[in-house]
C-alpha cells in the first residue's frame, strides 16, 4: 500500500461555498465517462483538452422542450440559434429534429444554406445585414426581422429595384419588468417606434409583414416576464389587424431561457433555480391563448432559444499540469484548459470535478488555465479534492457559445468530437495546428529575411 503524501497542516480562511446547518458539501464526484465512452480513452484517442458533445442529450433536450410548448399550443416552429454553437454537425442535429435555422449575419446565413436549410425556413436577425445579404435573403424567400428604420429604408429600395415581395417582421423591444432593459435591438414599443415601422411597411408596396419579434434578454430566469412580452405582441397583432384587416402570421419569442449553469454571484446552484421547459412554456403560451387574438387566427409560436438546448451536452475535458501553493498559502490547481477554450468563465461559476476516483478531503482552491495572463482563472474558490500531474478533470454545461466564442490564444484550439447514438464518438472539427494558423498570414518580401 503507498504511504499517503505528507502536507503540513495549513490554517486559511474558507473562499468557497457558504456553510449552512449541514456543514459544507465536500464530496466532489467524478466524471468518469460520457456516453459509455471513458474520459481517459477520449482523451488518449483525441488529445487533451477536448471539447465533447452528446448527440442523444441534443435531441432529449429539444423534444423536451418541444413537448413543453406543443402539449400547451397548436402551432409551435422551433429555429435553431446559429450563434450559440455553428459547429455543422450541431444545427444539423437540430435541423433533423426539425428546427429551423435563426441566423444573425451573412456568414451564419451562407452556413445554414450551406447545411441545406430551404431559405424560406431561415429566419435572419441581427443589426448588421449588407445589401447583399438582404438581397439573397429576399431572393430566398427567408424572413427578414427588421432591427432599424435604415434597414426597412434599404430593404424598400432593394424591393422597388428587383421588383421582388420581401417577406418582413419587425423586432420589439418593450419594458417586461427585467431590468437592464435591451432597447439596443429592434423598435421600441412604448414610444411608438414600432407602430411608425408597422405603418411604413404596410405603406410599402413590395414588403410583407409576417410576423413580430422579440428577444427580452439573456438567462431569464423570470418567466413571467416571457408572459408580459408575448401578451403585448399579441395585443399588437390584434391593434394591426383592426387598422389594416391583416393577419399576423407568426409571434416569435426569441430565445434567453436560463441553462442550469449558475451565475457568478448566485447563492443557490443554477440546477436548483434555473426554470423548466415547462414553466417558460406555460408563461408565454398562457398569454397567447388568453389574448384578444380570434381562435381561427392563432399565430405559430416561433421559439430561437439555444443556451438551455446545448448547455447540458457540451463537456471539457482537460488535464492536470501542476499544483502550487499561492503565497498566502492558497491552493492552485493549473490545468490544460484556458478561459479562451471556456469564455463562459466570465459569468458562470463553472461545475469541475475529477474524471478519476480521488481521496474525499478537499480544500479552498483556485483553478487556473495555462496563459500566461492574470485574469485565466477557471474557479477563483473552489472546494476541490487534492490531483495530482496528469490527473483528468472535466468541466460539464459548456455547449453554448463556447465554440462560437473559443478564441485562438497561446495554444492550438483543440479538437470538437461528436458522440453519436449508438455511443460512437466523431470528430466534427479538427484541431488547428501550425500549418492552419499560418494559413492567412502573408510576408512582405522585405520582411522575408532576418538578420541575427
Not at 429576399?138 to 422597388?160: A, C, K, P, V
Not at 478533470?393 to 490564444?409: D, E, K, S
Amino acid at each position: 500500500m503507498e504511504k499517503p503524501k505528507f502536507e503540513r497542516p495549513l490554517i486559511n480562511r474558507i473562499n468557497a461555498g457558504v456553510p449552512d446547518k449541514f456543514g459544507m458539501k465536500t464530496n466532489v464526484q467524478p466524471i468518469s465517462e460520457i456516453d459509455d465512452n471513458t474520459v481517459n480513452n477520449l482523451l488518449s484517442k483525441f488529445g487533451s483538452p477536448l471539447y465533447i458533445l452528446s448527440e442523444n442529450k441534443i435531441r432529449n433536450t429539444f423534444q423536451d422542450a418541444l413537448s413543453a410548448f406543443k402539449t400547451r399550443y397548436p402551432k409551435v416552429q422551433f429555429a435553431w440559434s446559429y450563434k450559440t454553437n455553428y459547429l455543422n454537425a450541431v444545427c444539423n442535429v437540430f435541423h433533423q429534429e426539425g428546427s429551423w435555422a435563426e441566423v444573425v449575419s451573412g456568414f451564419e446565413y451562407d452556413k445554414a444554406i450551406a447545411n441545406g436549410v430551404p431559405g424560406n425556413k431561415i429566419i435572419f436577425n441581427g443589426p448588421d445585414k449588407s445589401t447583399d445579404d438582404l438581397e439573397k435573403a429576399i431572393q430566398n424567400g427567408s424572413l427578414i426581422h427588421m432591427d432599424h428604420f435604415d434597414e426597412l429604408y434599404e430593404i424598400i429600395r432593394i424591393t422597388g429595384e428587383q421588383k421582388l415581395t420581401a417577406k418582413v417582421a419587425i423586432r420589439i423591444n418593450m419594458d417586461t419588468g427585467i431590468y437592464p432593459k435591451w432597447d439596443r435591438f429592434g423598435f421600441n414599443l412604448e414610444n411608438g417606434e414600432a407602430w411608425s415601422a408597422i405603418n411604413k411597411i404596410m405603406a410599402a408596396e413590395l414588403l410583407e409583414l409576417n410576423g413580430l419579434h422579440t428577444h427580452i434578454g439573456t438567462y431569464i430566469m423570470t418567466p413571467g416576464a416571457y408572459g408580459v412580452a408575448a401578451g403585448k405582441l399579441a395585443d399588437f397583432a390584434v391593434r394591426i389587424e383592426r387598422k389594416f384587416n391583416h393577419t399576423i402570421k407568426y409571434i416569435d419569442m426569441g430565445g434567453g431561457f436560463a441553462s442550469k449553469n449558475t451565475l457568478k454571484g448566485a447563492y443557490l446552484p443554477g440546477s436548483d433555480t434555473c426554470p423548466s421547459f415547462d414553466d417558460y412554456a406555460e408563461a408565454i403560451t398562457d398569454a397567447l391563448v388568453n389574448s384578444d387574438i380570434q381562435p381561427d387566427k392563432m399565430p405559430t409560436l416561433f421559439l430561437e432559444t439555444g443556451r438551455a438546448l446545448i448547455d447540458d451536452a457540451g463537456y471539457l475535458l482537460g488535464t492536470v499540469l501542476a499544483n502550487k501553493r499561492l503565497a498566502d498559502g492558497r491552493r492552485s490547481l493549473v490545468i490544460d484548459i484556458g478561459i479562451n477554450m471556456l469564455f463562459t468563465s466570465f459569468w458562470y461559476e463553472h461545475s469541475i470535478v475529477p474524471a478519476q476516483d480521488h481521496q474525499q478531503d478537499t480544500e479552498d482552491t483556485t483553478i487556473y488555465g495555462p496563459l500566461c495572463m492574470n485574469i485565466d482563472v477557471i474557479r477563483s474558490a473552489v472546494q476541490f479534492p487534492l490531483l495530482e500531474k496528469n490527473d483528468q478533470v472535466v468541466i460539464p454545461r459548456i455547449g453554448a457559445y463556447n465554440m462560437t466564442q473559443w478564441l485562438q490564444f497561446i495554444t492550438y484550439r483543440p479538437k470538437v468530437v461528436m458522440i453519436d447514438n449508438e455511443n460512437n464518438p466523431h470528430i466534427i472539427r479538427e484541431n488547428e495546428d501550425f500549418e492552419s494558423m499560418n494559413l492567412h498570414d502573408r510576408m512582405p518580401e522585405h520582411l522575408s529575411k532576418i538578420g541575427m
